[in-house]
């Protein structure tokens, strides 16, 4: 493929062949392989010792049947997954996603974007990722919680605060995690609160976690403008997505100076040029679980059905809904608008042509796996708190959150500037996060 080292193109071919119809996955690994070629030609070792090869293949994929009864008395089956991908840097860590479209492909994209996410903190977290095909939408909670106790019987057996410590993600917020930790509870007759994160705050969980992710990505996006000479004062923000990512990314560009004027759901987005009234977002979507056309309604919005976001113009574009999202047409109308900043709050939302737009048109276009690795790290804190029977304030970790996001983002830069591509968080995100697993993995023999 044009742009791969040989080598590279080799390991990518290989993945092709290995992962049919997992389209997800394959271009998670492209786009990691794309950026590494300077690494390989200075660093040969990486690819004589197969590194690179064995980081493209899980150290273990786990597949289950999760049988339940709904409310009406029947069975349901849904498929249940884990993919355990690297553990060098310690135990597997990552969320779980409840959503129809959950197949092996995406779960494995997740997990491969994890362990390089994972790195850039920082912390001793290898990457994984797991879910189900399960929608917990216009599902009673005695639906939800059967759901997810019938998911943990299964899974219980392959987590532990030293083995693999799932969390939330898309579909699964507190409610799911309580149900799925009394579940452990219930099994395994240990209160071992290190196994699962993102838990209520008065049974183990972590001040912060609920909002780490969109605080996170907007932590980062600041760190950005600031090296920039610039600030979020008086820019035109659009967020996509208006679940939990969005709703608390929303909250700290406001509390930074900016306006978000649009967002989203699934069946469309409002724009709101006042700027987007927090509050009454967080009551239809959070505590109602509404539509976004609601929010609207109560508050004089101009809602569009089935429309792309992207349409809103705005200086900062934040897409924090689910991959691909962000095409390259929406990329051309960004553009055209003036949008300067692109930093993902999601998993991959933009499309490799989406990518290639904003690198032509000079926009700063920040991947996921740095920008929005708010969530993970305030994880590992959780682990922390819980390993040490201990728990912080909110604004201590909230702190130790923006401390983590500033590092992140001056080793993107320090590791592009490193590798002759200066100023390409994308590239310096994929070499940081790569030689960091690789490095412990040459240490560890062959694993």
């Not at 092709?16 to 300077?38: C, I, K, M, W, Y």
């Not at 289950?64 to 008395?73: C, T």
């Not at 003036?338 to 989406?354: L, Y």
Request: glycine letters at 12%.
């Amino acid at each position: 493929m044009p742009g791969l080292d040989e080598k590279l193109h080799d390991i990518h071919e290989e993945v092709l062949r290995r992962n049919p119809g997992e389209t997800e996955f394959h271009q998670a690994v492209h786009e990691v392989l794309d950026s590494l070629g300077p690494v390989v030609a200075k660093h040969p070792q990486y690819a004589d010792a197969a590194v690179i090869r064995r980081l493209c293949e899980p150290e273990r994929q786990i597949i289950f049947r999760v049988p339940w009864i709904d409310d009406a008395g029947q069975v349901q089956i849904n498929r249940g997954f884990r993919v355990e991908f690297n553990s060098a840097l310690g135990p597997y860590k990552g969320g779980l996603r409840f959503h129809p479209t959950v197949y092996l492909g995406i779960v494995k994209f997740l997990g491969f974007e994890q362990i390089f996410k994972n790195a850039l903190t920082g912390l001793p977290i290898g990457g994984g990722k797991g879910g189900s095909d399960f929608d917990p939408k216009g599902r009673s909670d005695g639906e939800v919680m059967r759901f997810c106790q019938a998911f943990m019987t299964e899974l219980y057996r392959h987590i532990g605060e030293y083995t693999d410590v799932p969390a939330g993600d898309t579909g699964v917020g507190g409610r799911e995690i309580g149900y799925l930790f009394g579940q452990y509870k219930r099994i395994t007759n240990r209160y071992e609160s290190g196994v699962l994160t993102g838990k209520g705050l008065g049974w183990g969980g972590s001040q912060v976690r609920t909002e780490a992710t969109g605080y996170g990505t907007v932590f980062f996006t600041d760190e950005i403008l600031k090296s920039r000479g610039e600030s979020f004062d008086g820019r035109r923000v659009v967020v996509s997505g208006s679940g939990n990512v969005a709703v608390y990314a929303i909250e700290k560009v406001h509390e930074l100076g900016g306006t978000v004027v649009a967002c989203s759901d699934s069946t469309g987005y409002v724009v709101d040029d006042k700027g987007v009234d927090l509050e009454l977002l967080k009551d239809v979507k959070l505590n109602r679980r509404a539509r976004i056309a609601e929010y609207a309604e109560r508050r004089g919005a101009h809602y569009v059905e089935d429309g792309s976001v992207w349409d809103v113009p705005c200086d900062i574009a934040l897409p924090c809904a689910t991959q691909n999202e962000l095409n390259g047409r929406d990329a051309a109308v960004l553009i055209r608008s003036g949008c300067a900043v692109v930093a993902e709050g999601a998993n991959m939302p933009c499309t490799p042509e989406a990518v290639r737009l904003f690198a032509e048109a000079g926009v700063v276009f920040a991947p996921g796996k740095a920008a929005n690795a708010g969530g993970v790290a305030t994880s590992a804190l959780e682990m922390q708190q819980n390993a040490s029977r201990d728990s912080w304030s909110f604004e201590h970790t909230e702190q130790r959150l923006a401390d983590i996001m500033h590092g992140i983002h001056d080793r993107c830069l320090e590791t592009a500037d490193e590798y002759g591509v200066p100023g390409n968080y994308a590239v310096g995100a994929n070499i940081a996060g790569f030689t960091q697993v690789a490095d412990a993995m040459l240490a560890l023999g062959v694993i």
